[in-house]
T-cell receptor, first 114, second 111 residues
Framework: DVKVTQSSRYLVKRTGEKVFLECVQD?????MFWYRQDPGLGLRLIYF???????EKGDIPEGYSVSREKKERFSLILESASTNQTSMYLC?????????????FGSGTRLTVV | GDSVTQMEGPVTLSEEAFLTINCTYT??????LFWYVQYPGEGLQLLLK?????DKGSNKGFEATYRKETTSFHLEKGSVQVSDSAVYFC??????????FGKGTRLSVIA
């Protein structure tokens, strides 16, 4: 069964810490995405990547960075975590044929910054 | 810019009731339209899709028709079950890669 795996289901970090959220897909997909999901705001795109070492800013990139050193892995980095980054983070992947074939989502990482 | 507007939830229905979740969109060009579903504790899953005007997407008893004249893609199901309780997201394609999601509508079905 093909899937997207996010390394942690729940994470609690302190303000100012550097936080890494990891996402791995086993479908050989070119495209990978990071979203955050907040009540009343839905899904907002943080960053996406269409190839190894390539990245593009989404709608809310401030306070985040990403790394894609291997095709299967896409990491989201919070350089200095703040309480307003408490959220559910969702990773997704998609092959090069486009969104018609759908995004495959991970189960999410619920991050709490205290 | 491209955007999707969904009816606000939560929506609470009794089992076997008829479901409609409204979705309208604003977009340049002719996007593909999608409904995704998120069950408790899980990521989103593609539920159904449509690529052009008057196309009907369907899956698991859910249907939605791409209405270009009203820029809408309303989700319907004739008889909901408790297992349909979830959050439903309407989305449109932006270019060849991106999806733009609505804010989601939470559905609770009670027995």
């Amino acid at each position: 069964d093909v899937k997207v795996t996010q390394s942690s289901r729940y994470l609690v970090k302190r303000t100012g810490e550097k936080v890494f959220l990891e996402c791995v897909q086993d479908m050989d997909h070119e495209n990978m995405f990071w979203y955050r999901q907040d009540p009343g705001l839905g899904l907002r795109l943080i960053y996406f990547s269409y190839d190894v070492k390539m990245k593009e800013k989404g709608d809310i990139p401030e306070g985040y960075s990403v790394s894609r050193e291997k095709k299967e892995r896409f990491s989201l980095i919070l350089e200095s975590a703040s309480t307003n980054q408490t959220s559910m983070y969702l990773c997704a992947s998609m092959d090069r044929q486009g969104p018609w074939y759908g995004y495959t989502f991970g189960s999410g990482t619920r991050l709490t910054v205290v | 810019g491209d955007s999707v507007t969904q009816m606000e939830g939560p929506v609470t229905l009794s089992e076997e009731a008829f479901l409609t979740i409204n979705c309208t969109y604003t977009a340049t060009g002719y996007p593909s339209l999608f409904w995704y579903v998120q069950y408790p504790g899980e990521g989103l899953q593609l539920l159904l899709k449509a690529t052009k005007a008057d196309d009907k997407g369907s899956n698991k008893g859910f249907e939605a028709t791409y209405r270009k004249e009203t820029t809408s893609f309303h989700l319907e199901k004739g008889s909901v079950q408790v297992s349909d309780s979830a959050v439903y997201f309407c989305a449109l394609s932006r270019g060849n890669t991106l999806l733009v999601f609505g804010k989601g509508t939470r559905l609770s079905v009670i027995a």
